[in-house]
Every structure is written in structure tokens, then in C-alpha cells.
């Protein structure tokens, strides 16, 4: 991490609304999705004398979901009171004091998560420093996994996870619900004995299913994430104990405090990383750093994120406890034409480069970036013309 910052005083926070159309519909416990939903922070800064931009992506989906937090409330949360406290707060130190000066409205987390990142986006650029070196990445390609959404039918899930492994991803996850989880994990082992496969239940089940987690236990799961209801670490814990496949809780890990209490009470093996979920990329290195201490593999999730949010994960993925394939696909794995200038792409060997260039390392493409906006407000200051 560095040690020395140059004073960066923010000028302007833009805010934008994007939809970009998915390749193909996503659906998990939750329903489906069509098109990728994002707001875009913006914030232009100066740092140490000399101008600078970052840019984040807020993850929060359409509907309230997956988390309490969701698009339209996390907009106004931006506009009317994170964007300004921040912006009219004053110079800022260290990139540190985004949280502290945040810290008094309680939850929204991904929407101070984009915050977090746009300052540190900018303050890095200037500093001509890469975020993944900034956090302590000791890679600089990561192995990559894919999250299948729930298809239709049985054979039309196999075709798209047997499309996905012929690209060379590394693990396959699948998403289940109630009435969708054994016969299509069965029949995907089967198609596919030798594939690292995971399941992802989005919280939809209750311990009265031990049963169909027993029945899931003899596949030789890498994991299952997210088996239970997102507030119930304890019977998360209850549940464990019963299995030898690992859980990994994503949904109910908010926090490095809530990563430790995971832990400590035996209701996880793994934790799913991401970003937004936990309040910004530095609260994500600290559930990094509280699960290495405890000898727990973590690996980085996804939302379906734009280019933008995605460069942040593929920095969170170089870090050292960072042992298993991710969520962190390709663009083309969600969209026709991504919001940066350079797709992330898929090598044959399952693996993506970590954005090496200052900040987040990608540069977003102006004219796909108008022909995405939905709608767009000056949250601080007086706006600057975005090129
Ligand atoms: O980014 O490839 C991706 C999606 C990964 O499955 C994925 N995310 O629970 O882990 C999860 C889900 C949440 C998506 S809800 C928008
Ligand atoms: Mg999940």
C-alpha cells in the first residue's frame, strides 16, 4: 500500500445511469435478468496540484433482491447525501478517509463502494500506480471461472456450461433453487465428471433441507455458496457441521467483522469476495486479509459487472489468499460490446490478465458510454464536460 498521498480535493461527482443488453438472460433463485443495469460514479478531481478522474460502478441490481440495496434508493442515497458529504468535507488525505467520511450514513454499501473505488481510481491514476499493486496483488493473470444462470431445460444448461468449459474456464457454477438442484447437478456431473462444479442457492433454502444437502455432499462439489438465509450464520454452522463439501457465504458477509464471526463459528469454509457487497475494494482486502489469517480460501464474485466494476475485481483476484477460480469471466461472457476501450478477453488456458495501468486500469469508450446512458446528474459540484 502507499504510504505518501498527494491532498486530493474533489471538484465534481457525475452520476449515470447504464443499460447494457446481456448476451443472454441471467436467472437465478431470484428471477431473471435481461439487461445489465449500473450506476457509473464519476468524479473529477485535484490531486497534488494537477487534474484527475476515477470512475466505479455501483452493483446494485434493479430490484432488491440479492441485498436490501438496489438501483433507484442507491441513486438518491448518491445524489443526496454520500456525493455531497464527501465532495463538501474538503480535501481528503488518504483514501481511507472516504469511509471515514461516510461512515455516518449506515449501510448502503454499494453505493459508497463506487465511491470508494472513483476516488481511488483517481488518486492512483495520478500517482501512475495500479489499484492490483496498490492492494498487494502477487499475480498478474488470474484463473477464471463462469456462474451458469438457471436455463429452462436440463440439456439447455449442459450446452451452455459444455460451451463455457471448450473456452477454457476453470470451474463451473451452478445456480440451483427448490425443484432445480439435484437432477441438474446430476446430470451435469455426469456429462462433466472431471469439472470443478459449485452450486449457488442465493439463500434459497431452510435447514429443513439437510436431506438434498446430503444428497449434494456426494458430488464432489468444490463448494455450495449462499445455502441458507443471509442473516442465519448459525444455521449455516449447524449445516456445515453435517457436510465435508465446504459453504461459502457470499450474500451474508458484509464486512471483515462479519467475515471473522463467519468463520470463528464454523459457518463457512470459503468466502465469496466482492466489492460492493462489503463497501468498497480496501473493506474487500480486509475480508481478504482477516480469512488468510485463518487459513480460509477466498475467491473474488461477480454482478454482472461492466467493464469498469470488473477491473476492480480482477485487482481484488491478484491478491496472495485469492486460491480459487473466480466469478471474474470475460466481457463477452455477458455483452456484445463492453463499456471499455479493451474487452477483458479469455485465454485458452481459463486464465485473464490483472489490469496493470494506473487506477483500475481500463479506459472507459466515450461513445459506447453515450449510447448506454439511461440518465445522467451532477451529484457535487459544477460537472465537467466527460470526454
Ligand atoms: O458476474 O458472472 C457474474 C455473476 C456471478 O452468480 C453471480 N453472481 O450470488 O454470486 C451471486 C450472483 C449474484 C448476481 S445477482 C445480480
Ligand atoms: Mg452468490
Given at each position: 500500500m502507499m504510504s505518501e498521498w498527494a491532498t486530493l480535493t474533489?471538484?465534481?461527482?457525475?452520476l449515470r445511469e447504464v443499460a447494457l443488453p446481456l448476451v443472454c438472460p441471467f436467472r437465478t433463485s431470484f428471477g431473471e435478468e435481461r439487461d445489465k443495469r449500473a450506476i457509473l460514479v464519476r468524479v473529477d478531481a485535484e490531486v497534488g496540484?494537477?487534474?484527475?478522474?476515477?470512475?466505479?460502478e455501483c452493483v446494485a441490481s434493479s430490484e432488491p433482491r440479492y441485498s436490501e440495496e438496489w438501483l433507484e434508493p442507491a441513486w438518491l442515497t448518491l445524489h443526496r447525501h454520500l456525493c455531497p458529504s464527501l465532495g463538501e468535507g474538503g480535501p481528503l488525505a488518504s483514501p481511507d478517509d472516504v469511509q471515514e467520511?461516510?461512515?455516518w450514513a449506515r449501510g448502503h454499501r454499494m453505493a459508497k463502494a463506487a465511491v470508494e473505488a472513483a476516488v481511488l481510481d483517481a488518486w492512483l491514476r495520478s500517482a501512475g500506480a495500479?489499484?492490483?499493486?496498490?492492494?498487494g496483488g502477487v499475480r498478474d493473470r488470474i484463473p477464471c471461472g463462469v456462474s451458469v444462470g438457471i436455463a429452462p431445460s436440463v440439456d439447455a444448461m449442459l450446452e451452455e456450461i459444455q460451451s463455457y468449459v471448450r473456452r477454457g474456464y476453470l470451474r463451473v457454477k451452478l445456480k440451483i433453487e427448490p425443484g432445480r438442484d439435484l437432477d441438474v447437478v446430476r446430470a451435469v456431473r455426469r456429462a462433466l465428471p472431471d469439472t470443478p462444479l459449485s452450486v449457488d442457492a442465493n439463500a434459497a433454502y431452510s435447514l429443513s433441507d439437510i436431506p438434498l444437502f446430503e444428497a449434494l455432499d456426494e458430488f464432489g462439489l468444490v463448494m455450495i455458496e449462499q445455502p441458507l438465509d443471509h442473516e442465519d450464520l448459525a444455521d449455516h454452522a449447524?449445516?456445515?457441521s453435517r457436510l465435508s463439501t465446504p459453504i461459502c457465504l457470499d450474500e451474508s458477509i458484509r464486512s471483515a467483522r462479519d467475515a471473522a464471526a463467519a468463520i470463528d463459528l464454523g459457518a463457512c469454509r470459503v468466502i465469496n469476495i466482492k466489492p460492493g457487497r462489503v463497501g468498497g475494494p480496501l473493506e474487500a482486502k480486509r475480508v481478504h486479509d482477516v480469512a488468510l489469517a485463518r487459513d480460509v480460501p477466498v475467491w473474488i464474485g461477480g454482478m454482472l459487472e461492466t467493464g469498469i466494476g470488473r477491473a476492480v475485481n480482477l485487482a481484488l483476484a491478484a491478491l496472495p489468499g485469492v486460491t480459487m477460480p473466480g466469478d471474474t469471466s470475460a466481457s463477452d461472457r455477458y455483452f456484445e460490446r463492453d463499456l471499455v476501450t479493451a474487452p477483458f478477453v479469455l485465454a485458452d488456458d481459463g486464465t485473464m490478465?490483472?489490469?496493470q495501468g494506473p487506477g483500475i486500469g481500463v479506459e472507459v469508450d466515450p461513445d459506447r458510454l453515450e449510447e448506454v446512458t439511461q440518465r445522467r446528474s451532477v451529484a457535487f459540484?459544477?460537472?465537467?464536460?466527460v470526454s
Amino acid at each position: 500500500m502507499m504510504s505518501e498521498w498527494a491532498t486530493l480535493t474533489v471538484r465534481s461527482i457525475e452520476l449515470r445511469e447504464v443499460a447494457l443488453p446481456l448476451v443472454c438472460p441471467f436467472r437465478t433463485s431470484f428471477g431473471e435478468e435481461r439487461d445489465k443495469r449500473a450506476i457509473l460514479v464519476r468524479v473529477d478531481a485535484e490531486v497534488g496540484g494537477r487534474d484527475a478522474a476515477g470512475w466505479g460502478e455501483c452493483v446494485a441490481s434493479s430490484e432488491p433482491r440479492y441485498s436490501e440495496e438496489w438501483l433507484e434508493p442507491a441513486w438518491l442515497t448518491l445524489h443526496r447525501h454520500l456525493c455531497p458529504s464527501l465532495g463538501e468535507g474538503g480535501p481528503l488525505a488518504s483514501p481511507d478517509d472516504v469511509q471515514e467520511r461516510l461512515r455516518w450514513a449506515r449501510g448502503h454499501r454499494m453505493a459508497k463502494a463506487a465511491v470508494e473505488a472513483a476516488v481511488l481510481d483517481a488518486w492512483l491514476r495520478s500517482a501512475g500506480a495500479s489499484l492490483a499493486a496498490h492492494l498487494g496483488g502477487v499475480r498478474d493473470r488470474i484463473p477464471c471461472g463462469v456462474s451458469v444462470g438457471i436455463a429452462p431445460s436440463v440439456d439447455a444448461m449442459l450446452e451452455e456450461i459444455q460451451s463455457y468449459v471448450r473456452r477454457g474456464y476453470l470451474r463451473v457454477k451452478l445456480k440451483i433453487e427448490p425443484g432445480r438442484d439435484l437432477d441438474v447437478v446430476r446430470a451435469v456431473r455426469r456429462a462433466l465428471p472431471d469439472t470443478p462444479l459449485s452450486v449457488d442457492a442465493n439463500a434459497a433454502y431452510s435447514l429443513s433441507d439437510i436431506p438434498l444437502f446430503e444428497a449434494l455432499d456426494e458430488f464432489g462439489l468444490v463448494m455450495i455458496e449462499q445455502p441458507l438465509d443471509h442473516e442465519d450464520l448459525a444455521d449455516h454452522a449447524r449445516l456445515q457441521s453435517r457436510l465435508s463439501t465446504p459453504i461459502c457465504l457470499d450474500e451474508s458477509i458484509r464486512s471483515a467483522r462479519d467475515a471473522a464471526a463467519a468463520i470463528d463459528l464454523g459457518a463457512c469454509r470459503v468466502i465469496n469476495i466482492k466489492p460492493g457487497r462489503v463497501g468498497g475494494p480496501l473493506e474487500a482486502k480486509r475480508v481478504h486479509d482477516v480469512a488468510l489469517a485463518r487459513d480460509v480460501p477466498v475467491w473474488i464474485g461477480g454482478m454482472l459487472e461492466t467493464g469498469i466494476g470488473r477491473a476492480v475485481n480482477l485487482a481484488l483476484a491478484a491478491l496472495p489468499g485469492v486460491t480459487m477460480p473466480g466469478d471474474t469471466s470475460a466481457s463477452d461472457r455477458y455483452f456484445e460490446r463492453d463499456l471499455v476501450t479493451a474487452p477483458f478477453v479469455l485465454a485458452d488456458d481459463g486464465t485473464m490478465p490483472v489490469p496493470q495501468g494506473p487506477g483500475i486500469g481500463v479506459e472507459v469508450d466515450p461513445d459506447r458510454l453515450e449510447e448506454v446512458t439511461q440518465r445522467r446528474s451532477v451529484a457535487f459540484g459544477e460537472g465537467v464536460a466527460v470526454s
